[in-house]
């Protein structure tokens, strides 16, 4: 069954006319995502990659029924975007877009309070579930059909796991891109938990990096609720403090959002943590056979 | 982005906050023209030499003085001005090289008529991350390291969350203001102070405020005296005039460069260099060094393209640095094909022709077998893997 996204959704792309919303909704289609159409202010009527164009995501909700929606709309205007997919009723909203000011995060997420939706990233790879639907920007052919969920704040590094997860003979139920910015929409803690509770997930890569405290966070949840095996990595062991390691929440603040204080809390809560990222897969693996 | 502290007064002045007045100055003469000019307006021969660099801490390390004449004036702007200023936060802190001073402030005596009836307040204003909310930190321990505070006395750190639908709330500013103890007119200026600098702090996009310390004067002013300012730099777009103060000075020229080929490098103190794309995976290749037995020497994500061209300017910027006695190239290759990338890792090398050090190349994801052949066929000195254990086992080795 999988989580946040299936061959049963109806995905919407904003942004959709534009050099990257035109590529990654073609490589999208091409892997068999129910895309059935997209949005680009004052192109409504178009037609683009053989679908439908609408002005607003209320007319393509209301055309098409769409429920999910895949944003690929510049930094300044990201924010809008998503506060109007949440409007128009889209139960799920991804946003890819990196380089979203901070304070209009923190807007959306007070907008995002009292509607009925859930926001993916920004600033991430997007959603997969394998041979259903790959909504978002990750090289589909790495993926396999299977029963492994990951949550990762990461883009290449969750790439990184699943073709571990892949070569370990593992396949994936659903991979969650969550994002690496400061604000994201979906917490490490509440992909896990979606995960947890998914029957066709039997155990989840849970892939954090310095900053913040959503894992630690996750991992008091895990050890309070978790029911499968979970195996954890958290980036950055190496990363000195007060410097962004490119995504902008990856900077060490204090001693408690440190990778080895991360880590340290993701064992004493019962997670496998793995010191070194090509471990991932491997001890997936014998996690499994416990 | 950071702010020097005159930027940052200057900022929160354009919106009405009390600051301590001053004048930036480059050299002696523009100094005690400065002073002059302080001295006319507010009618006091103290003044105060500020050095203008990055980093707190500057008075620990000599970098803030207070001048009673001009004599004095000249002797500490003589000294600071050119000095290398080592403060706690300066590159190896109190025993490292410290950061050239070459900006000063001649700012006037902020605590004047009456030093002993001053109290010194700490503000700051900043993202909690976990509440998602901008909050105003307060005390009335100002001027110290408030992680100190916080850590010993934590009941005089208080913290006012703001709703970002609402903003600052009246009822906010005064709780402030009477937590800080303060009555009749410094009450009223507190409450104006706190709302002026949220108006600024939401205005510019910042991401920290921090004054500390912000004073009450004897006759009962509230004054900005020092100013810690970050902007966000995804926000930068649509400020174009704060965009302008950044100092390329004062930070890393390799940092800079690499920043003007679109190239995301942090500096590092090790001996083994990387190049990868994406941030998470390049912080989990550092962390892939060092458990191989070496220590990282950069952080440096190569982003979405990754040819000839761009290796090149990776190469170059990480071969600046004398430490590196190795190179780690990681790409995982989803819509960037490896095979391109090996050709431009190639091409690279050999247009630069005198890289010494070993490289190692591991490239995964779409066409690696490819990009794998292609590598072992240059003939190049270039050790190639396809799993990531594999490259952490050469790098093992070549160290």
Known sequence: ?290 | MNLHEYQGKELLKSFGVAIQEGIVAENLEEAVAAYHKIKAESGNDFAIVKAQIHAGGRGKGGGVKLAKNLDELKEHAGNILGMMLKTPQTPGGMEGAGKLVRKILIAEDAYAPDFDACKEIYISILMDRGRKQNVIIYSTEGGMDIEKVAEETPHLVHKEYIDPKLGLLPFQARKVAFNLGLSGKAFKEMRSFISKLYKAFVASDASLFEINPCVKTGDDRIIAVDSKVSLDDNALFRHKDLAELRDTDEEDPTEVEAKSYGLNYVKLDGNVGCMVNGAGLAMATMDIIKLSGGEPANFLDVGGTADAARVEQAFRIILKDPNVKAILINIFGGIVRCDRVAQGVVDAYKNMGNISVPIIVRLQGTNADIAKKIIDDSGLEVKSAILLQEAADIVKAVL
């Open chain 1, 1 to 290: 069954m999988s989580v946040l996204v299936n061959k049963d959704s109806k995905i919407i792309v904003q942004g959709f006319t534009g050099k990257e919303g035109s590529f990654h909704a073609g490589q999208m289609i091409e892997y068999g995502t129910p895309v059935v159409g997209g949005v680009t202010p004052g192109k409504g009527g178009m037609t683009h990659l053989d679908k439908p164009v609408f002005n607003t995501v209320a007319e393509a909700v209301s055309k098409l029924g769409a429920d999910t929606s895949i944003i690929f709309v510049p930094p300044a205007f990201a924010a809008d975007a998503v506060m109007e997919a949440a409007d128009a009723g889209i139960k799920v909203i991804i946003c890819i877009t990196e380089g979203i000011p901070v304070q209009d995060m923190v807007k959306v997420k007070a907008y995002l309070e009292e509607r009925d939706c859930r926001l993916i990233g920004p600033n991430c790879p997007g959603i997969i579930t394998p041979g259903e639907a790959k909504v978002g920007i990750m090289p589909g052919f790495i993926h396999r059909v299977g029963r492994i969920g990951i949550v990762s704040r990461s883009g290449t590094l969750t790439y990184e796991a699943v073709d571990q997860v892949t070569k370990a003979g593992l396949g994936q139920s659903t991979c969650i891109g969550i994002g690496g910015d400061p604000i994201v929409g979906t917490t490490t803690k509440e992909a896990v938990q979606l995960l947890m509770e998914d029957p066709d997930t039997d155990g989840i890569v849970m892939i954090g990096e310095i900053g913040g405290s959503m894992e630690a966070e996750a991992a008091e949840w895990i050890k309070a609720n978790g029911t499968k095996p979970v195996v954890g990595f958290i980036a950055g062991q190496t990363a000195p403090k007060g410097r962004t390691m490119g995504h902008a929440g990856a900077i060490i603040g204090g001693a408690e959002d440190t990778a080895e204080a991360k880590m340290k809390i993701m064992a004493a809560c019962g997670i496998h943590v793995v010191k070194s990222p090509a471990h991932i897969g491997a001890t997936m693996l014998k996690a499994l056979e416990k």
